[in-house]
């Protein structure tokens, strides 16, 4: 009997010390066919017995990281990555009798690229949703070692998650696999390898009709005043909760090293404009602090919301998000915003998910290469208006200053989307103005309008425009009293 007990007693000890192993695992963004940050201390981790040492050797440079996990079996290193290339490495990583080896590794540009569904939109485009050239891209020659792109799927969750539960892992930009990719990412990644000649790799993370408030963390959102409470909660519906995407798909790739964020979020928002400013503020804060940035500084590049009927009346709702949009650009250090008032057809109207994503992650480009790789001779800041007057002597005249128009516009004629105001009278269409180069002006005569009081352009939930700058940046919307 008693060495029955004994054999029990043994047993219990042996099942107890099996389940309190931590699985050795990477985390799921650490897998074959990543691509890794250049020139950069990359961060690699996963979860192995606790206090167990880990070992992880790149064959790059055949170096040795030596790590010991914690007691709850996590564990990270920081590992030294090469200039860009397209050579394709290996990293061993070692715990115990257990190895794991991630192979098909490059080494490139990195960037993270998130948002609600107008980031979430694969090439294939939504059910009446195209995207222009799609066919183009699924057709054209694979591309695996210049685009690779890992897609985090749709996964809320009230508590922090470590690891990501649902992606199909690191896939290669190619016939099989492209029409899945984030559209205006891919797009983003493709002008960047054909200027920059590097690996491109995106870690999309986006959830159709998210609001900010679901990319921020819990205790941010009680701070700020938000109503966390399990009736709070089910006001809304799952795609509009808060803190639920930020916990279960930002915090699994949290750290990941890249370069930069990529941002396509708003739509939303539209209407709570009031705290957007704020909340996006600190959105960008708490993200650069998650990935290590003490410093608030990692590129943050977002995109304008869509012109879209956010409401039957169509009076401007959507336009003062997209003012708090430009207003959170302005305040947020090393961030932009590229417009897309002048990215959609009229019959789309009704189509929140515009089907021209090419120029979207191109204008993204433009910003990332201007900005982050040098080439300061391309543009990439859209223009602004700064002021509107009646100059001196030129009764009948408007004049509206612009920023970011050195070579002047690229229409005087047929302008769609800029309108004036008088005292008495209603919002009249312009459609020819000229240009004064040494001032950076507009000048708009209305003769309709005796007594201007306002000018305004691409304002609305959907007046598109098509006024921009010489190299083909759209106008920034706005809506400005004149002096």
Known sequence: MKTVTSLLMAAALLFNAVNARAEFSLNRTISDGMVLQQKSEARIWGKADANRSVKVKTSWNGREYTVRAGSDGKWEVKVSTPEASYTNYSICVTSGNDTKVIKDV??????????????????????????????????AEAMPDRIRMLTVNV????????????TRGWEKAGPE?????????YFFARRLNASLDVPVGIVAFARGGARVEGWLPRETLARMGEDLSPEGMDKWVEYHKPYLFYNGMEQPVKGYTAKGF????????????????ERMTELVRQWRDDWGDTNNSMPFYMVEIAPFRYNPSGEGVAALLRQAQHEAAAVIPNSGIIVTNDLVYTY???NIHPCRKQPVGNRLAYMALHRNYGFTKLPCDSPEAVEAFIPEGKQGEIRVRLSNCPNGLNRLHEICGLEVRGKESGWTPVTDVNFIWQENTLSIRCDAVSDPQEVRYGWGDFVPGNLAN????GLVPFCIGIK
């Not at 696999?177 to 990412?185: H, I, L, N, R, Y």
């Not at 010489?470 to 940046?473: C, D, K, N, R």
């Open 348 to 350: 789309e109207v009704d």
């Open 106 to 139: 490059l080494v490139g540009e990195v960037w993270l690229a998130s948002g609600q569904s107008n980031m979430e939109m694969p090439i294939r485009g939504f059910f009446n949703c195209p995207i222009e050239g799609s066919s183009e891209v699924i057709a």
């Open 155 to 166: 996964h809320p969750s009230l508590e922090p998650l470590d690891d990501i539960q649902l």
């Open 262 to 277: 990529l941002w396509y979020q708003g739509c939303s928002n539209v209407g709570a404009h009031g705290a957007f400013v």
């Open 470 to 473: 010489a190299e083909g940046l």
């Open 177 to 185: 696999t492209v029409s899945e990719m984030s559209a205006a990412a």
